[in-house]
C-alpha cells in the first residue's frame, strides 16, 4: 500500500523558469544588497528551490557606483590579488576601486557568497552590472523589483 500522498519535486534545467531581474543599487548598503542578489541568483526565493541546479534568475543591477558601506569602510577595506611572481602581493582600497572600476566592488561582494564550485561559476554568468543607469539588456524586458520585499 502506498501511503505517501506526495512526491518530492527536484528542478532540472528544463523545468527552471528563468526571469530577468533588474535591480537598482542606489543608496543601498554593500553587504545586505549583495546577500539578497546572491539569493535571487541562487534561486532560493522560489518554493522549487534544488540545491545541486542553477534555479535562479539572471539580475540587472544598475547605479553600481551608488553604493554606501557603513563606517571607515571606504579607506579600511582592502582587496588583495597576486600577481604569481615573488613579492607580486597587490592590494587597493574600496575607495579605490570606486574611483576606477566600480561595478568590480559589487561583483566581487556577490562572488564571495555563491558557491565556490562550476555551479557559483555558472550562477555567476546571470549577473550583469552597470555603472549608470543604462543597461544592455533592454531586449529582455527585465522586470524592475524592490529587494525589500525579499528576506
Known sequence: MDTLSYKTIS???????????LV???????????????????GKHKPNFTPHV????NVIVI??????????????????????????QRSTTAQELLDK???????????????KNKLGAELFRNLKVYVGAEHGQEAQKPKAINLNDYK
Not at 542553477?54 to 534568475?57: A, F, K, L, S
Not at 558601506?69 to 579600511?76: A, H, R, V
Not at 561595478?103 to 558557491?115: F, T, V
Open 101 to 115: 572600476h566600480p561595478e568590480r566592488i559589487i561583483e566581487k561582494s556577490i562572488k564571495g557568497m555563491l558557491p
Open 54 to 57: 542553477d534555479c535562479g534568475d
Open 24 to 42: 537598482d543599487a542606489e543608496g543601498e548598503t554593500l553587504g545586505r544588497f549583495a546577500s539578497k542578489v546572491a539569493k535571487l541568483l541562487r
Open 63 to 88: 547605479n553600481a557606483e551608488k553604493i554606501t558601506m557603513t563606517g571607515n569602510k571606504w579607506e579600511d577595506k582592502t582587496y588583495s590579488r597576486y600577481t604569481g611572481y615573488p613579492g607580486g
Open 11 to 21: 528542478a532540472n534545467k528544463s523545468t527552471v523558469d528563468k526571469q530577468w531581474l
